[in-house]
Structure formats: C-alpha cells, structure tokens
C-alpha cells in the first residue's frame, strides 16, 4: 500500500512539474508575444503621428503659397500695398514650413524624390510671383499682367497641387494600413489573450485536481504510516504504541467517558520451550495463531495489543470484576486450546494474567499498565493463572485449577 501510494505520489509530483513549466512556458511565450504586438501597435501609432504631422505641414505649404498668390494677385489688381501683406507672410512662412516637411520625411526613400520636385515647384511659383511684383513695381504694369496671362504660375501651381496630393496620399494610404493593422493586432491580442485565458484556466483546473488527489494520497500514505506504526508486523494486532495511545486518549477523556477501566496484562507461559525445540518461524506462527484465537473472544469495542515478544495486552470498558474473571479464563483456555490444536500437549503452554482496574484499585488510569503488569509477575510467581493488583489484605489469586 505504501509503495503504491509513493508511487502515485511521485507521478503526481512529474505532473506537478510538466504543468508549472508548461504554464511558465505559455506565460513566457504569451508575454514575448504580447510584448512584440504592443512594440509594433506603439510603432504605428508613431508613425500615424508622422503621418498627421505630414498632412498637416502640406496643408501649411499650400496655404503659404496661395496666400503668396493672393498677394500677388490682389496687388496687381489694386495697386494697393496692403496686399503685400499676405505675400510676404506667404513667402516667409512657407521656407519655414519646407524645412519642417523636409524633416519629418527624413529617411523615408518615397517621400524625398516628391518633396525634392514640391520644393522646385514652390521655388518656381514664389519666382514667378516676384518677378510679376517687380515689374509692377517698376511701372511695367502691362508687362507684369502679361506674364500672368502666359499660365506659367498657373502651369507650376498645378504640378505643385499633384506632387503635392501625391505625398498626401503616399502618408494617408499608409496610415490607413497602419491604422487596420493596429486594430488587427487588437483584435488578435484580445483573442489571444482570451485563448490564454483558457489555456490557464484549464491548466489550473487540472492542477486543481492533480493536486487534491496528491494530497488524498499523502493523506492515505500518511494513515498507511500511522497504521503500520501503530500496529504489530507479526501478529497484526495494535503495538504498544497504540496501546498507549489508547490508554492516554482514555486519560484525557471527558467526565462523561467509561465508568470503569480494566487492563489485563497477558504472558504466555512456556513459549520458550517451542522456541528452542521447533525455532523462531515456529514461535512467530504459534503467536500469530495465539493473536487470532484471543482476538476471538474480545468484544469490538475493546482493544487486544502485542507489546512485546509473548506478551499481550487487553483493554476493556465497563466490566465488572466477575466479567473480568469469566474473559480471563476464556482467554486462558484459548491459549490452551490453541497449543492443543498445534503441539497435541507437547509443551507445557499456559498463560499468567495479571489485571488492575480504574478507578477502584488504580487512582490514575496511566498506572494500569504498571499495576497489570506487576499482578501479571505475582500470577506467575505464585503459580496461579490471573491476579488482581494491586495485591492488598482484601485481594486474593483467583486460578483456574481442577481444585479451585
């Protein structure tokens, strides 16, 4: 029983291990591929920000340039200088806004080409602005409309509106793929991590039940121990161990508990000469028999133990003193029986009994064992087959003898 339960307790123990390392192993792997996704939904939500940043430095060139045409245009129309205004904010502020755009497409190898061509188209336009300005300026009224008049601004301020919808269209068509693959990656994050979920969740419940059948069986294994402890390897009965727990667990009982106690202090009488004459497996078999032969005539409530070699122990509740006398001559009278049945008078086998009773001739029921045993070696020694102890004025050897 013990192999087997140790046995158990060991694969348990493997499961044990192959489980947590299983788990750590899914954590781990869970974590790096969480740890991966949230990088790259970090990734694109940087470069959507680029990407605003972009759209909105575009918006900013085309609006510095028209407010540099509009300038321009308004000028030559009136005459008036208040029109310059917005031409000069416009030429200044779009040099600005060309550095930033030149920026934040730094390193990207399909933006360059296109705002290389935007900056040349600005330049372009912006020359042509203040060239129209110039002559105007200059009393070159008609000179400066008839370069308006030849569409060679109108020519550069379209390829500059494609080249430059052209951008805007390269960094919005990727912040929609960074968008869908942030929300992809989501999306798969929520159920892989419910996967997980799962995953765990299964793993522990299976954990839960290795380990409640893990600890059923260190609870078995351990009243496996306890029994085998408590109990006598040769004959089966309770060793002296349970004995004396039996008789402590009596001790520290309620007031409500037995109201009387007997132990009977049991020595097998010519055990020795088997021994010698037959050798020790036929001592061990006789005892065994002895063992199963007295167990036969106690009650179940009551306790028969082998304390030692071919002595015996029997702990009785609620007998009288003549209760005491009849199972002591039962008991001797079965050891007698069984050396008949085994050796057919043989050997001399007989057994001494001494017994002592709580509370009427022993003050604390922890001194039976004591008192028992002391009457047990008068029984002996005065030859007769059981005595009451302890030995005063009043008590007396009761035998079962021909003559008694």
């Known amino acids: 029983m013990p192999t087997r339960l140790f046995r158990s307790a060991r694969n348990d123990r493997n499961r044990f291990v ?160 960074a968008a869908r693959d942030a929300r992809e990656r989501v999306i798969f994050g929520a159920g892989a991590l419910a996967l997980l979920a799962v995953f765990v969740g299964g793993l522990l419940a299976y954990a839960l039940v290795v380990q409640r059948r893990a600890f059923a069986n260190i609870s078995a294994y351990s009243e496996a121990m306890d029994r085998q402890a408590a109990c006598d390897p040769l004959t089966g009965l309770p060793n002296r161990r349970r004995l004396l727990a039996a008789v402590d667990a009596l001790a520290a009982g309620p007031a409500s508990g037995p109201s009387k106690v007997a132990l009977l202090y049991l020595d097998v009488d010519g055990f020795k000469s088997i021994n010698d004459a037959l050798g020790h497996s036929a001592g061990d078999a006789f005892l065994r028999r002895v063992a199963k032969w007295l167990s036969a005539v106690m009650r179940r409530e009551d306790l028969l133990a082998r304390v030692g070699g071919d002595e015996f122990v029997a702990l009785v509740t609620d007998y009288g003193d003549d209760d005491l006398r009849g199972l002591a001559r039962r008991l001797i009278e079965q050891v007698r029986a069984v050396a008949q049945v085994e050796y057919a008078g043989r050997f001399q086998i007989g057994l001494s009994i001494g017994i002592a009773t709580y509370p009427d001739r022993v003050a604390q029921i922890r001194d039976l064992i004591d008192v028992a045993d002391a009457a047990m070696y008068a029984a002996k020694r005065d030859r007769s087959l059981f005595r009451f102890g302890p030995v005063t004025a009043n008590d007396h050897a009761f035998g079962v003898r021909a003559s008694h």
Request: hydrophobic share 45%; glycine share 8%; no cysteine.
């Open 18 to 177: 192959a489980l947590y390392v299983l788990l750590v192993l899914g954590l781990l792997i869970a974590a790096g591929a969480f740890l991966y996704e949230a990088r790259v939904i970090i990734r694109n939500g940087a470069f959507e920000d680029r990407t605003f940043t972009v759209l909105r430095t575009t918006n900013r060139v085309l609006d510095d340039l028209q407010d540099a045409e509009t300038g321009q245009r308004g000028y030559l129309l009136t005459g008036s200088a208040a029109y310059l205004q917005p031409y000069e904010r416009g030429t200044r502020d779009i040099a600005e806004a060309m550095r930033e755009l030149h920026s934040v497409i730094d390193g990207d190898a399909a933006s360059i080409p296109i705002v290389r061509r935007i900056d040349v188209l600005q330049r372009q336009k912006l020359d042509e602005l203040a060239r129209t300005l110039d002559l105007s300026r200059g009393g070159d009224w008609r000179e400066a409309i008839a370069l308006v008049q030849t569409d060679e601004g109108k020519r550069a301020m379209d390829v500059f509106r494609i080249e430059l919808n052209r951008l805007r269209g390269l960094w919005e068509t990727r912040r929609q793929a």
